[in-house]
């Protein structure tokens, strides 16, 4: 949810701060600006669009200059445009401030800064910040910034500038993330680690309640309450830039969906992470899976997995558990946060509210170093790599993965399964890979993605383990081709969506795994019954995916639907990296 990104060294921060922006561009991409200092001034280049079109209209190539801070933006406070973009300055042009997050008590702010005179321009939260430091400058740079952050309630990672000050940038993060690159003689700030991949591996991570400055060759970090300076680890980037990058495909989506069969082998790898897990939550009275969108829908995977061994639990959305579910749970309760980025807001919340009832909290998380994963006990990464596009693919795989194989470590201590059934999973587990290779190479879903991407509506069913597929291929397809499509569980059809069933409208059926066929085919007639154009997702459906065990068929049976939805979204022209109104990150509540 917006990409902040700064610069301090001897390239040209304009062209660098608009390399960053390109490949922060998946957190926001409504519009993207950068300011820097040159000639003793701020300069301001920022406009509406994305991040390539406001880089060719302003030609960063044009200015000189060692220092900046750059945005690239999902509108919260004021519509996308010029004036709404950051970063944004005072009355005086004397800073810049550049803003992931949300300034919650902004109003009240503005409303008391108007009345000492300070002129606004923008509709946005972020501007009181700038407005702040001008009020709070009296010529100590880093006082100003401490009083500033002490007013402000909300979220935010920041990256400030002062013309006065033309050899640091101020740093500060409260529930965003916020990380340095650090170089020789050049040091970065941005939201995520690829945008600087190309420069420096190195990093620091910023906690919640820091704050502190960047200079071309120090960082200083200071704890928000105390006031007293931190030491600060650092650590290494173990991805490689050109995971980062599209490597011929077109498009990162379909570029990641290709991954899908490196993802099962990555989050294998986690296996010893995962048996401990396992071994935290054995004897708890209830295992909850707390995640939102795709994250979650691996959750309901994983509830149904352990379902499947006898084993009690619940999926919840963060967004709801933390407000309601959270009420319920104690010592005697373990609670895994599901996340790709680890660090979307509610989830964040969710597990910071489970540790203080006294739950176990863990975690499977793709992003190392994220906020999730290190906010919880134990952490079992997915090792997917870097995931840019919007909609998650092959970070799901890797989830998938990972909560399968914590299922079958949970059911063995638990004495649900025999030493040589668990054997059997596993080594079925591995092949998987192979049979997702053969799903990839079916060039069958390319065409009747051709036949359907002129229909409005799509229904997608599935019964227990597969339920969470439908829920899933629906996402995939709604969020890149902005059409109608929805999950359902097959058995509720009949209870009210059958009502709008007519030649017109797509069912996607999943029913393989000679689970609960019968009852499937029940559905399947019903819908063809009502001329809806039905596709069967089954080892002999006309969506063929590979005979694999019923625990393992979430796993097959998402890769055609993550291709479906790719190329409807492309066969209608639309950018399936970049969906309108979504951003990959989601930092706010
Ligand atoms: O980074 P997370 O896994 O925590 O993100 C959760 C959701 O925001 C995310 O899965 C979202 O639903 C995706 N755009 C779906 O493709």
Redesign the pocket.
């Known amino acids: 949810m917006c990409g902040i990104a700064g610069y301090i060294g001897e390239r040209n921060s304009p062209e660098v701060l608009f390399d960053m922006l390109e490949r922060l561009e998946y957190r926001g991409y409504d519009s993207a600006g950068v300011m820097f200092i040159a000639g003793r001034k701020i300069n301001i280049i920022k406009d509406k669009g994305k991040v390539s079109e406001v880089r060719s209209r302003v030609k960063p190539e044009r200015y000189k200059s060692d220092i900046g801070v750059a945005h690239t933006r999902w509108a919260t406070h004021g519509v996308p445009s010029k004036v709404n973009a950051h970063p944004h300055a005072d009355c005086k042009n004397l800073f810049a401030v550049s803003h992931n997050g949300i300034i919650e008590n902004y109003v009240s702010l503005r409303r008391e800064l108007t009345l000492k005179g300070h002129k606004f321009q923008s509709d946005t939260d972020t501007e009181v910040i700038s407005h702040l430091m001008e009020e709070n400058y009296k010529g100590d740079l880093l006082t100003a910034f401490r009083e500033s952050l002490d007013v402000l309630e909300g979220s935010y990672a920041l990256a400030v500038l002062c013309v006065k000050e033309p050899n640091r940038i101020l740093i500060a993060r409260k529930e965003s993330p916020l990380i340095v690159g650090l170089g020789k003689q050049e040091n970065f700030i941005a939201s995520d680690a690829p945008a600087f991949m190309p420069y420096t591996k190195e990093i620091i991570i910023l906690n919640d309640f820091e704050y502190g400055f960047v200079e071309k060759d120090r960082v200083e970090v200071f704890d928000l309450v105390s006031g007293k300076k931190l030491k600060k680890q650092k650590s290494k980037i173990t991805w490689d830039v050109k995971e980062a990058e599209k490597a011929g495909y077109h498009h990162f989506m379909l570029k990641e969906i290709m991954e899908e069969p490196d993802a099962v082998s990555n989050a294998l790898k986690a296996s010893g992470e995962l048996k401990k897990i396992a071994s935290r939550l054995k004897g708890k009275k209830r295992v909850y899976f707390v995640?939102?969108?795709?994250?979650y829908h691996a959750g309901l995977t994983g509830k149904y997995l352990l379902e499947n061994f006898g084993i009690q639990s619940e999926a919840v959305v963060a967004s709801e558990f933390r407000y309601s579910t959270v009420d319920t749970v104690d010592k005697d309760c373990g609670i895994v946060l599901?996340?790709?980025?680890?660090?979307?807001a509610d989830?964040i919340a969710a597990g910071k509210r489970a540790r203080e009832k006294g739950a176990y909290v863990a975690g499977i998380v793709n992003v190392v170093g994220s906020t999730i994963a290190r906010l919880v006990e134990d952490v079992a990464y997915t090792y997917s790599g870097p995931e840019i596009a919007?909609?998650?693919t092959k970070?799901y795989i890797g989830q998938l993965v990972s909560l399968t194989q914590l299922a079958l470590y949970l059911s063995l201590s638990s004495r649900k399964i025999s030493v040589k059934e668990f054997e059997r999973l596993q080594k079925e587990l591995k092949g998987v890979s192979g049979k997702i290779k053969a799903v990839l190479s079916d060039g069958k879903i390319r065409e009747i993605a051709e036949e359907c991407a002129v229909k409005k509506t799509f229904f997608y069913i599935g019964r227990t383990l597969n339920y969470p597929t439908a829920l899933e291929g629906a996402?995939?397809l709604k969020?890149i081709s902005y059409l109608h499509a929805e999950g359902y569980p097959a058995g509720e059809l009949k209870h009210g969506p059958l009502a709008i069933l007519e030649e017109d409208v797509v069912v996607i059926a999943i029913k393989t795994g000679r689970h609960l066929e019968d009852k499937m085919d029940s559905n399947i007639q019903e819908t063809k019954a009502r001329n809806a154009r039905t596709l069967i997702v089954a080892e002999d459906g006309e969506i063929k995916v590979p005979r694999v065990d019923v625990l393992l068929t979430p796993l097959v049976n998402i890769v055609p639907l993550h291709l479906f939805a790719y190329y409807i979204s492309v066969l209608k022209g639309l950018d399936p990296d970049k969906p309108r109104n979504?951003a990959?990150?989601?930092t706010v509540e």
Do not use: R
Not at 338 to 344: A, P
């Open positions: 995640a939102c969108g795709t994250a599901i996340s790709q980025s680890g660090e979307t989830t919007v909609a998650s970070a996402l995939k969020e979504l990959k990150s989601v």
